[in-house]
C-alpha cells in the first residue's frame, strides 16, 4: 500500500514477505531504520531526519511489542494513534514503513528462543522494569533480521536502550552502525517526551529541575581537579532535586560506565567518563533523562 502525493509516496508493509521484497528490489543501498512503538512526537522525527541525511532509503517500523511491557503496565493503554503516525512519516518523506498487522506477525505461539541480556536486569532501569531490556534486545534483534538496515538510529534519552542495543550488535556482530541521536530539549532543558503530556502546567514548569540536577553534576564532574567519587556526584544531584518540592519521589540516580551501564565507583579528569542518569516522579509523572560526561560521549556517538 501506497500513501501520500504523487511525487512522494510512503510504501506501507503489514507482513515480514512484503517487505522482505520490498528490501530486495532495492538492492545494496544504504538503509537508515528507524525502530518506533508509534505515538510519534518530533523526537522521532529528528530520528528520521537523521537518517535522512545519511542514508539513501529510510524505513521506519511501528509496533507496540508486547514483550517488553511488566505485568504492572498497561500495554491496552499506550497510545495508539496509526493514522497520525502515517501522516508524520509521509511528511517528513519516509520511504517505508514496516506496521505488523498484529503480534501473531512478529511473535510464534511459543519462541523458544530470546535474546536475555542477563546484566541488565541488574542496573536500574533494569531493577525497575524487569522484563524491559530482555523484550527489548529481543524485538530490535527480530527486526533487524527482518528490514536488515545498514543504520539505525536510536534517542539518547533512553540510554540505556542504546547502550544496550549497541553491545548486542556488537557482541553478536550484527552488520549495522548504530547512531545515538542526542535528546531534544524545550529551552528550558526538559527533554521532549510524549509523559510530558501528563505533567499538570504548574508541574510542567518546574519539571526541567532533573535537567538542571544532571548538568550541577556535570559541571561538579568537569570543575574536579582531580578524582571524585560516586558519592559526591550523586550528592550534588540530589541537592538540586530536594530544592524543588514537586519532586515527590527519586528512583535513583545513576552514575555508570558507557560501556555496560555498571556503577563507578569514581570519576577521574582523564578516565572513561560516565553516564549519570536519573529517574524522579513529579506528582505522578516519571521522567528520565542522562548527559554524558566526558569520553562517554565519544563512545555513545560513535556508530562504527
Ligand atoms: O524505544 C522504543 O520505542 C522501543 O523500545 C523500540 C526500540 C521500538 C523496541 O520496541
Given at each position: 500500500m501506497r500513501l501520500g502525493s504523487t511525487t512522494r509516496c510512503l510504501h506501507i508493509c503489514r507482513s515480514i514477505e512484503e517487505f522482505r521484497k520490498y528490501r530486495k528490489a532495492l538492492g545494496v543501498k544504504t538503509l537508515g531504520f528507524v525502530p518506533t512503538m508509534g505515538a510519534l512526537h518530533d523526537g522521532h522525527i529528528s530520528l528520521v531526519k537523521k537518517a535522512k541525511e545519511e542514508c539513501d532509503i529510510v524505513a521506519a517500523s511501528i509496533f507496540v511489542n508486547p514483550?517488553?511491557?511488566?505485568?504492572?503496565?498497561?500495554l491496552d493503554k499506550y497510545p495508539r494513534t496509526l493514522e497520525r503516525d502515517l501522516h508524520m512519516l509521509t511528511l517528513a518523506q519516509v520511504d517505508c514503513v514496516f506496521v505488523p498487522d498484529d503480534n501473531k506477525v512478529m511473535y510464534?505461539?511459543?519462541?523458544l528462543v530470546r535474546v536475555e541480556p542477563?546484566?541488565?536486569?541488574?542496573?536500574f532501569e533494569g531493577v525497575a522494569r524487569p522484563d524491559f531490556f530482555r523484550g527489548v534486545a529481543t524485538i530490535v534483534c527480530k527486526l533487524f533480521n527482518i528490514i536488515t538496515p545498514t543504520h539505525a538510529y536510536f534517542g539518547q534519552k533512553d540510554i540505556s536502550q542504546c547502550i544496550l542495543i549497541k553491545r548486542m550488535v556488537h557482541d553478536l556482530n550484527f552488520p549495522i552502525h548504530i547512531r545515538v541521536c542526542e535528546t531534544l530539549r524545550a529551552t528550558d532543558g526538559l527533554a521532549l517526551s510524549s509523559?510530558?503530556?501528563?505533567?499538570m502546567a504548574h508541574e510542567r514548569e518546574r519539571a526541567s529541575i532533573l535537567y538542571k540536577a544532571l548538568n550541577a553534576s556535570k559541571i561538579y564532574i568537569e570543575n574536579a581537579k582531580s578524582e571524585v567519587t560516586r558519592q559526591a556526584i550523586i550528592q550534588e544531584c540530589e541537592r538540586v532535586l530536594r530544592?524543588?518540592?514537586?519532586?515527590?519521589?527519586?528512583?535513583y540516580i545513576s552514575v555508570a560506565s558507557?560501556?555496560?551501564?555498571v556503577e563507578l565507583d569514581s570519576i577521574g579528569p582523564h578516565g572513561q567518563g560516565c553516564v549519570i542518569s536519573s529517574a524522579l516522579h513529579i506528582g505522578s509523572v516519571r521522567l528520565i533523562d542522562n548527559l554524558l560526561v566526558g569520553r562517554a560521549a565519544d563512545l555513545i556517538y560513535d556508530s562504527t
Open positions: 514483550t517488553q511491557f511488566g505485568p504492572h503496565e498497561d510464534d505461539d511459543k519462541p542477563p546484566a541488565f536486569s541488574a542496573i509523559r510530558n503530556a501528563y505533567l530544592s524543588e518540592e514537586l519532586v515527590t519521589h527519586i528512583e558507557s560501556w555496560d551501564m
